[in-house]
């Protein structure tokens, strides 16, 4: 079996860092939590952290077998 | 008292302090010094809201000063000492402003009334609890105020709350089709070479 992968950190980062932003919207505007910088930092933070996990520690999907001719 | 310097001068400083914030945060476990004040919030159908004193009560994490964004606060402050030629500063998560003072008047107290959408957009504001610094430093003293107010208004009437609903669901899907894919685990070779026992018309004679 082929060792390749092709990963995507650009999109994983991005979208864990959009993740932690929303977050620490919503948490602010629903009262979960009084948002300090420093806590909305934080928040940010974990959303890149897990951007990093998704870009490099799940495992790589398998291609789709493709059909064989019968 | 000369209301109309004040605002220009030193006084403008509670004014944009306390009209949401400032005044809010001196009280009980909030800390204030060099200064003292009163602050009343209403609603923006005009009832009664909410009052803190520094010192005095509210104004803490657990009991904050409650404003609407569109509900007036009325305020009054004093300063220990005479404050001239300084600055003031408020800061918070939901936004900060600064700016200088004269003070050639030489007063030390000081009223007014503002609303929170003075300053904000009304779609840009986020409800929710925020810690709010006030500060003013100039020559003959200086006064610091922290506290807490509570933002009463609807999260889904703010902007921010709606790109954080939209942008949610974006980020989770651009995590999930991040993930790492296999490269040609499975895919047969696409330049396989043809069989030389076999001619590509298929040996028909």
């Known amino acids: 079996m082929s060792a390749d992968v092709q990963r995507h950190p650009f999109k994983c980062l991005l979208g864990g860092l959009l993740l932690g932003i929303s977050l620490s919207i919503l ?44 | 008292m000369h209301q109309g310097r004040m605002r220009r001068s030193i006084v403008a ?37 909410d009052q803190v004193s520094a010192p005095g009560g509210g104004g803490t994490r657990s009991d904050p000063f409650t404003v609407e964004p569109d509900g007036p606060v009325s305020w009054d402050g004093q300063s220990d000492t005479v404050i001239t030629d300084g600055r003031w500063e408020v800061t918070s998560s939901l936004f900060s402003t600064s700016g200088t003072f004269d003070n ?8 007014g009334t503002k609303k929170m ?3 904000v957009p009304a779609l840009l504001v986020l409800p929710g609890t925020y810690e709010v ?5 100039g020559e003959g003293g200086s006064c610091a105020v922290t506290g807490f107010i509570e933002v009463d208004a609807s999260p889904l009437a703010s902007a921010w709350v709606i790109a954080s609903l939209v942008l949610l669901p974006l980020s989770l899907l651009m995590l999930i089709t991040g993930r790492p894919e296999a490269l040609g685990a499975l895919a047969a070779p696409a330049d396989t070479p043809p069989s030389p026992t076999t001619p590509p018309d298929g040996g028909a004679p």
């Open chain 1, 27 to 70: 948490a602010q505007a629903f009262g979960l939590v009084v948002v300090a910088s420093t806590t909305a930092v934080g928040i940010i933070a974990v959303g890149i952290v897990l951007g990093i996990v998704a870009a490099y520690a799940l495992p790589a999907k398998r291609p789709k077998a493709a059909a064989h001719p019968s």
């Open chain 2, 13 to 49: 400083v509670a004014v944009v302090a306390g009209a949401t914030l400032a005044a809010a945060g001196p009280a009980g476990a909030a800390s204030a010094s060099g200064c003292s004040g009163e602050a009343s919030s209403v609603s923006s159908g005009g009832e009664p809201l």
């Open chain 2, 104 to 111: 050639d008047d030489e007063d030390q107290s000081s009223e």
């Open chain 2, 117 to 119: 959408t003075d300053y």
């Open chain 2, 133 to 137: 610094d006030v500060s003013v430093t």
